[in-house]
């Protein structure tokens, strides 16, 4: 089944690990082999979200080859572009310009930034420039996405880098003094219940910033953010950590200083 489900056309770029992490998850619920199936299938169409994706992906790499990325004020626009591209980062364009002053007012300055389940964010990197010159490293389990990010970064900042890891599923440490969950930590819970803060709790992140959507796809409000708020509150209460909130008319952040 894995074998198979790693093979799919529909599943080739998501990292095996995922698949791997899912199968076995799922198969503690059922023993029938269609049913598994299934389950694995339906939850690897929520966990890819590949719907969220609005431009093809052909078009989107065309676009970085060919792209004038020397001038800083032509990069900016066609970032825009790109950003359009995806759901939740086309969300965030009324806010860019003010996004990274609003969440570097949360933290302390970093010198290392982990942007996890990164997908397009990368393409936000003219905007993280003007307030911060933190290394900057991407991941996300979607090779689609980090072959995207790795052809500009290559192009546009050499310094920075997106990995094909999944940090749910392989369970290997994310070094950074900040790392950014933005609009995936209730992805993570749908996931698998606990998943978002387990992770939260074994970063080796002097800060995480958490951010959630205000309205939910259909336009109305994004109920499920103040449960999710509050469960990082609780969480940092018990371990003593700091916590703090800003808001955007189209996104909330929160900080958790770890220490």
Not at 46 to 54: G, N, P, R, S
Not at 115 to 121: G, K, P
Request: hydrophobic share 40%; net charge positive.
């Amino acid at each position: 089944m894995i074998a198979r489900l790693t093979s799919a056309a529909k599943y080739r770029d998501i990292h095996p690990e995922t698949i791997v992490d899912l199968v076995r998850r799922e198969g503690r619920g059922t023993g029938d082999a269609a049913e598994l199936e299934r389950r694995v299938r339906a939850r690897l169409h929520k966990v890819a979200a590949l719907h969220l994706l609005t431009a093809r992906p052909p078009a989107l790499r065309r676009a970085i080859d060919r792209a004038d990325l020397d001038d800083p004020q032509v990069r900016r626009d066609w970032c825009r572009q790109m950003l359009g591209g995806h759901f939740s980062t086309a969300e965030r364009l009324p806010d860019l310009d003010d996004f990274y002053p609003v969440l570097f007012g949360l933290v302390p300055p970093p010198r290392t930034v982990a942007d996890i389940a990164c997908a397009l964010n990368p393409f936000t990197l003219p905007w993280l420039r003007q307030v911060s010159d933190a290394q900057y490293v991407g991941y996300d389990f979607n090779a689609l996405f980090v072959a995207l990010g790795n052809a500009f970064l290559g192009r546009a900042y050499p310094e920075c880098e997106i990995r094909h890891e999944d940090v749910l599923a392989d369970g290997r440490p994310v070094s950074a003094d900040l790392a950014l969950l933005l609009k995936t930590y209730h992805c993570m819970e749908g996931r698998r219940t606990g998943a978002g803060q387990a992770l939260i709790d074994r970063l080796h992140c002097r800060d995480v910033v958490v951010s959630f959507p205000t309205r939910a796809m259909n336009g109305r409000a994004a109920v499920f953010v103040s449960r999710h708020v509050e469960e990082l509150s609780e969480l940092a209460r018990g371990r003593g950590w700091r916590f703090s909130r800003a808001s955007l008319a189209s996104e909330e952040l929160v900080a958790i200083h770890k220490g």
